[in-house]
């Protein structure tokens, strides 16, 4: 089994099995995909449709079939020369009774052989809480609780729990001597049984708790802030066996080909545990069977990366999942121009900043404070013993250290460093750097010297003989930096934030507004350089708006003025539909302002304004989509204390403007049938672009129509496949340009592209990238590079900004005189070859000293050709 060369993600579920995707095999293989990428496949909580919770990694899922239907998944792969990668989940485990190594621990406390399986703190600094793990299950106070009668003790097959509602929680071995004792004596009803009662969950190795008290008093590192998902301890070479043992049997027995890691920086050494899993992958590849033992594993991180961070090599790994690809194509087509008009559109509607930072520093403030105080206050801990082993900083005040820590998280410009006492890379150091810098700006300035201790401890400047405690700092340093960015940032910032929300999705850069061509270029090129085989994708399971939404609202950045007008006409237009809610909180103006753009962005192709019945389905996909948005944002509304008025109010706004195609809905609707053609062209520019850069191209199931989703659930509806499948015909996708709106050009253009892929896999797997340049009045409307491999060359090329050109046709191609003189420069070394096109029938083209533009996209706004040679 070769690399993979194109992958097709499925999200698996007790309704779509290992048998249900076993049945698309057929179709992955005709449209051109080399691997299926499946979500979490070991055993998960009963009825999760992610997969992310899991209960019991030595298992594959039951609800998915089990390992019977993963290895009849991988036979009917193989016979169509597919392989399988699978999502797998190192950071973290679903609690509660299925989970058997959870259980154990509760059960048996310190004892218990799972408890090192778990990154839990026996010594908080609550001391109730040393020698128990902390259990926030609790809807209300703990004596409320009590004397409610909603905690009992429950017996089921002669053993005895601790039963409240859904959750069962064991009893300590020793804590029930009499076996005449009956429930009876244990009753909440009467004064005595909760006497009796109490004094038994006191002597358990847990501690029931109200969930209001988790962010401040849990002694177990979560999934960032959900109590239901603790934190593993991978780093432990027992637990890294026992998390893995299954996965590497499938990986030896040729099930499976490779790996996706999920949350790699929630691990304590993210570069020491992946170069472990690959030297694992790597013993035990002669094992695999035929072909497969060729091949090495295939090893992706999912890791969000800023735009000045790169992937660590030393890690080993084949790259990231893809979600800093997402970015750059994103940025890529957004106009710079719109930027001021839509900052002053956003502060005048919503009378928030303008600046990202702003919105993000605020966020990280409450987020550390609301979610993540007791690691916070972990945090301080660590760093206190770091202080006091050495005399010149052992009066440093654990306040001071609580204050000053908190300033540099605020102003930390990446998800963490991997810096040790002693080990930090340059690139550690500077993000350092500039968290410090940040830091003294905002912080107290009789706290600036303090800054400057804690500076030297988090380059990694060894502290003498305080190596141990600086260590245990460090990472705990990480490992709350990390979840604090992802929190604060892609789950609050991004929906606070409405400049323009094509530019807020999962790993993607806020401050950034737009990139240029050349810019484009050079990061394209450090692909091919650094890691030719990382994913590329533009859609994922986690993403906030569908690959085709964001491309339709980058538009938007073309026609900012116009877009202004608009939304300052829609916003008095909804004023009366607001006071006819008759609610004290009316949806404010940043809420309709973001309202708008996924209105038009996500607007279906074929939806009419008359049409009742899509009419109130899209306005129900879209009340769903607003809950969450307004929950994530914590401004009025909150997943902790939903504010009911308010939500209410959203809702009953989307419905009074779906209700009647009034003044405000035709306006929307005529400007989703605007931009309509140039984000479909920006749709297909992106589709191209990532079937030729360097990398493998990722597609998440059903996006090879346009994916005009919005965040989950939304985007992980159950895909019509039977459709896709007869709609796979082999016509080329100029041929369905008049009919582009029914998705099918788009399904057409990968098809065409995968074949190109297949038919050439070097040239696209390890082929040198080659920026063409481009000149005349338009050239930054085009995007044009070569990938060349020996005697091999593939030439791609791409409309950029299409608004303006497009005119306010239905048609997706340009016509020639709107480009004038726009040419692209060929090289010399190029000259003179003889290429085909992949998206025409029967086109050649043969390269010139420079291309005319004003040729190329009369028919399609995109163009790929690969040489005979």
């Known amino acids: 089994m070769t690399p993979p060369r194109a992958t097709l993600r499925l999200q698996l579920h007790r309704g779509f099995t290992l048998d249900d995707a076993a049945a698309q095999v057929p179709y992955a293989a005709a449209l051109g995909m080399s691997h299926l990428y499946l979500s979490p496949i070991l055993t998960a909580r009963t009825g999760s449709q992610h997969g992310y919770d899991v209960v019991d990694p030595t298992r594959v899922n039951p609800e998915l079939g089990g390992e019977q239907a993963l290895r009849r998944l991988a036979h009917e792969a193989q016979r169509h020369g597919l392989g399988i990668i699978a999502d797998i989940v190192p950071n973290h485990m679903a609690i509660g009774p299925q989970n058997p190594w959870w259980m154990d621990v509760l059960r048996h406390g310190q004892v218990s052989a799972f408890a090192k399986y778990f990154d839990i703190d026996w010594k908080p600094p609550n001391r109730q809480l040393h020698g128990k793990i902390a259990m926030p299950i609790l809807g209300r106070p703990y004596g409320e609780a009590l004397a409610a009668g909603e905690i009992n003790l429950h017996r089921e097959n002669s053993r005895a729990y601790i039963r409240y509602f859904d959750h069962f929680l064991p009893l300590a071995e020793s804590t029930i001597d009499r076996p005449q004792d009956s429930n009876h004596d244990f009753d909440p009803a009467s004064e005595a049984g909760r006497e009796r009662l109490h004094f038994l969950l006191e002597q358990q190795h847990y501690r029931l708790m109200s969930w209001r008290s988790a962010n401040d008093e849990i002694n177990w590192r979560r999934f960032f802030d959900i109590n239901e998902l603790a934190a593993l301890r991978v780093e432990d070479d027992e637990v890294f066996e026992a998390v893995h043992a299954l996965i590497f049997q499938l990986y030896a027995d040729g099930v499976l080909d490779g790996v996706r890691i999920d949350h790699v920086d929630g691990l304590a050494y993210p570069g020491a545990y992946c170069r472990k899993l690959r030297q694992r992958f790597r013993a035990l590849q002669p094992q695999r069977p035929g072909n497969k033992a060729q091949a090495p594993a295939y090893l992706i991180v999912e890791k969000i990366l800023s735009r000045e961070e790169t992937l660590p090599a030393e890690w080993e790994t084949d790259g990231t999942t893809g979600y800093d690809f997402m970015d750059e194509i994103s940025a890529l087509q957004h106009a710079a121009p719109g930027e001021q008009a839509l900052n002053a559109l956003w502060v005048r509607a919503s009378h928030r900043s303008a600046s990202f930072p702003a919105e993000e520093l605020l966020a990280r403030g409450q987020i550390l404070q609301r979610s993540f105080a007791a690691q916070h206050e972990a945090l301080v801990q660590a760093f206190d013993a770091v202080a006091r082993s050495d005399l010149r900083t052992r009066d440093i005040a654990s306040g001071a250290l609580c204050r000053c820590l908190a300033e540099i998280l605020g102003h930390f410009p990446v998800y963490r460093t991997y810096a040790l006492p002693g080990h930090a890379s340059a690139a550690d150091e500077a993000f350092v750097a500039q968290a410090i810098a940040g830091a003294k700006e905002t912080c107290l300035p009789s706290d600036r010297w303090l800054i400057d201790i804690l500076a030297e401890w988090l380059s990694g400047k060894p502290i003498g003989a305080a190596i141990e405690a600086q260590t245990v700092a460090l990472t705990r340093f990480a490992q709350l930096s990390a979840p604090l960015c992802a929190k604060a940032v892609e789950d609050t910032a991004f929906y606070r934030y409405g400049r323009l929300i094509s530019r807020n999705d999962v790993g993607f850069d806020a401050r950034l507004f737009s990139c240029s061509v050349a810019e484009f270029h050079r990061r394209m090129q450090a692909r091919a350089t650094h890691f030719p085989r990382a994913l590329l994708a533009t859609a994922t399971h986690d993403h906030k708006r569908g690959e085709d939404v964001r491309a339709r609202l980058a538009v938007l950045s073309e026609l900012a003025a116009d877009w202004s ?125 990532k079937l030729t850069a360097p990398g493998i191209p990722d597609h998440y199931q059903g996006t090879e129509y346009w994916d005009l989703s919005l965040v989950d659930p939304d985007n992980r509806l159950p895909v019509d496949f039977s459709a896709r499948q007869q709609t796979l015909d082999g016509s080329y996708p100029v041929e369905l340009a008049t009919t582009w709106r029914d998705g099918r050009i788009k399904q057409s253009v990968i098809a065409h592209g995968l074949a190109a892929r297949r038919q050439e896999p070097a040239l696209f797997s390890d082929g040198d990238y080659l920026a063409l340049e481009a000149s005349g009045p338009l050239a930054e409307h085009v995007v044009a590079f070569a990938r060349t491999f020996d005697a091999k060359l593939a030439l791609a090329l791409a409309v950029r900004l299409p608004a303006r050109m497009i005119g306010d046709g239905d048609r997706l191609g340009i016509r020639g005189e709107v480009w004038q003189d726009t040419r692209i420069h060929i090289p010399t070394s190029l000259r003179g070859a003889t290429c085909s096109s992949v998206l025409h029938r029967d086109q050649r083209l043969v390269l010139q000293a420079t291309l005319s533009v004003a040729d190329m996209f009369d028919a399609l706004p995109i163009g790929l050709f690969i040489s005979g040679g």
């Open 565 to 689: 007008r608009a939304v300052e006409r829609w916003l008095d237009l909804a004023a009366p539909r607001c006071a006819a809610i008759k609610s004290e909180q009316m949806p404010y103006g940043g809420d309709l302002a973001i309202l708008f753009q996924m209105i038009v962005g996500a607007w279906p192709p074929l939806l009419t304004a008359t049409n009742k019945a899509g009419l109130t389905a899209y306005a129900s996909r879209l009340a769903a989509w607003q809950i969450k948005a307004l929950r994530e944002a914590k401004l009025f509304s909150d997943w902790s204390a939903p504010n009911a008025v308010y939500e209410n109010a959203a809702t009953d706004f989307i419905k009074s403007l779906f209700g009647e195609p009034a003044d405000l809905l035709l306006e929307l609707a005529e400007f989703a049938r605007r931009i309509a053609p140039p984000g479909a062209v920006n749709g297909l520019a992106q589709t191209l672009i």
